[in-house]
Protein backbone atom coordinates (compact mmCIF):
# COMPACT_ATOMS: atom_id res chain seq x y z
CA UNK A 1 0.00 0.00 0.00
CA UNK A 2 1.37 3.70 -0.50
CA UNK A 3 -0.51 6.91 0.79
CA UNK A 4 -0.17 10.06 -0.81
CA UNK A 5 -1.01 13.37 0.21
CA UNK A 6 -1.09 16.33 -1.71
CA UNK A 7 -0.40 20.23 -0.31
CA UNK A 8 -0.06 23.26 -1.34
CA UNK A 9 -3.28 24.11 -3.39
CA UNK A 10 -4.07 27.41 -2.29
CA UNK A 11 -6.20 30.43 -4.04
CA UNK A 12 -3.91 33.07 -6.82
CA UNK A 13 -4.44 35.92 -9.04
CA UNK A 14 -3.72 35.03 -12.49
CA UNK A 15 0.15 34.88 -13.85
CA UNK A 16 0.65 33.77 -9.95
CA UNK A 17 2.45 30.89 -8.73
CA UNK A 18 2.18 27.96 -6.46
CA UNK A 19 4.29 24.68 -5.91
CA UNK A 20 2.45 21.45 -5.21
CA UNK A 21 3.60 18.68 -3.06
CA UNK A 22 2.99 14.87 -2.76
CA UNK A 23 4.09 13.00 0.37
CA UNK A 24 4.41 9.82 0.18
CA UNK A 25 4.31 6.74 3.22
CA UNK A 26 4.18 2.83 3.52
CA UNK A 27 6.81 2.26 0.06
CA UNK A 28 9.83 4.12 -1.44
CA UNK A 29 9.39 5.97 -4.22
CA UNK A 30 11.96 5.47 -5.50
CA UNK A 31 11.38 2.81 -7.32
CA UNK A 32 8.48 3.93 -9.27
CA UNK A 33 7.36 6.66 -12.27
CA UNK A 34 4.60 9.13 -10.70
CA UNK A 35 2.83 11.41 -12.29
CA UNK A 36 0.11 14.54 -11.49
CA UNK A 37 -3.18 14.53 -12.93
CA UNK A 38 -6.40 17.42 -12.55
CA UNK A 39 -9.86 17.35 -12.48
CA UNK A 40 -11.67 20.79 -12.98
CA UNK A 41 -15.50 21.36 -12.32
CA UNK A 42 -17.45 18.78 -15.04
CA UNK A 43 -14.65 17.49 -16.92
CA UNK A 44 -12.90 14.18 -16.48
CA UNK A 45 -9.33 13.85 -14.80
CA UNK A 46 -6.64 14.99 -17.11
CA UNK A 47 -3.11 13.94 -17.19
CA UNK A 48 -0.49 16.91 -16.10
CA UNK A 49 2.79 15.99 -16.05
CA UNK A 50 4.92 12.87 -15.45
CA UNK A 51 8.56 11.90 -13.91
CA UNK A 52 10.59 9.12 -14.28
CA UNK A 53 11.92 6.95 -11.03
CA UNK A 54 15.35 8.73 -11.02
CA UNK A 55 13.48 12.22 -12.05
CA UNK A 56 16.11 12.22 -15.27
CA UNK A 57 13.00 12.02 -17.56
CA UNK A 58 9.93 13.98 -17.56
CA UNK A 59 6.79 15.08 -19.63
CA UNK A 60 4.07 17.23 -19.60
CA UNK A 61 0.43 17.86 -20.77
CA UNK A 62 0.60 20.32 -23.71
CA UNK A 63 -1.15 23.21 -21.93
CA UNK A 64 1.39 23.72 -19.06
CA UNK A 65 5.02 22.71 -20.69
CA UNK A 66 7.01 25.82 -20.17
CA UNK A 67 5.11 26.70 -17.31
CA UNK A 68 4.91 24.04 -14.89
CA UNK A 69 7.83 21.72 -13.68
CA UNK A 70 7.74 18.43 -12.02
CA UNK A 71 10.26 17.26 -9.78
CA UNK A 72 11.10 14.92 -7.14
CA UNK A 73 13.30 13.85 -3.90
CA UNK A 74 13.64 10.87 -3.26
CA UNK A 75 15.17 11.06 -0.07
CA UNK A 76 12.38 12.69 0.96
CA UNK A 77 9.79 10.46 -0.35
CA UNK A 78 8.36 13.55 -2.20
CA UNK A 79 7.27 14.57 -4.94
CA UNK A 80 6.55 18.33 -6.10
CA UNK A 81 4.83 20.80 -8.78
CA UNK A 82 5.78 23.93 -9.42
CA UNK A 83 3.49 26.01 -11.28
CA UNK A 84 4.51 29.48 -12.63
CA UNK A 85 2.18 31.84 -14.58
CA UNK A 86 -1.12 30.38 -13.70
CA UNK A 87 -3.78 30.81 -15.64
CA UNK A 88 -7.52 30.52 -14.73
CA UNK A 89 -8.07 27.31 -16.45
CA UNK A 90 -5.71 25.85 -14.60
CA UNK A 91 -8.10 25.87 -11.68
CA UNK A 92 -8.90 22.03 -10.86
CA UNK A 93 -8.46 19.39 -8.42
CA UNK A 94 -4.57 18.31 -8.30
CA UNK A 95 -3.98 14.57 -7.71
CA UNK A 96 -0.56 12.99 -8.14
CA UNK A 97 0.06 8.76 -8.62
CA UNK A 98 2.34 6.53 -8.31
CA UNK A 99 2.79 3.96 -11.63
CA UNK A 100 2.86 0.58 -10.61
CA UNK A 101 3.58 -2.34 -13.31
CA UNK A 102 2.71 0.40 -16.04
CA UNK A 103 -0.60 2.02 -14.31
CA UNK A 104 -1.52 4.45 -11.87
CA UNK A 105 -2.36 2.52 -8.83
CA UNK A 106 -2.78 4.82 -6.31
CA UNK A 107 -3.74 8.75 -5.74
CA UNK A 108 -3.65 11.06 -3.05
CA UNK A 109 -7.15 12.70 -1.77
CA UNK A 110 -5.99 16.07 -3.68
CA UNK A 111 -5.38 19.45 -3.56
CA UNK A 112 -7.60 22.29 -4.94
CA UNK A 113 -5.99 24.92 -6.88
CA UNK A 114 -8.07 28.05 -7.79
CA UNK A 115 -6.82 30.87 -10.24
CA UNK A 116 -8.90 33.89 -10.02
CA UNK A 117 -8.97 36.29 -13.27
Known amino acids: QVQLVESGGGLVQAGGSLRLSCAAS????????MGWFRRAPGKEREFVAF????????NYKDSVRGRFTISRDNAKNTMYLQMNSLKPEDTAVYYCSVKIFGTYAYWGQGTQVTVSS
Open 51 to 58: ISRSGGST
Open 26 to 33: GRTLSAYD
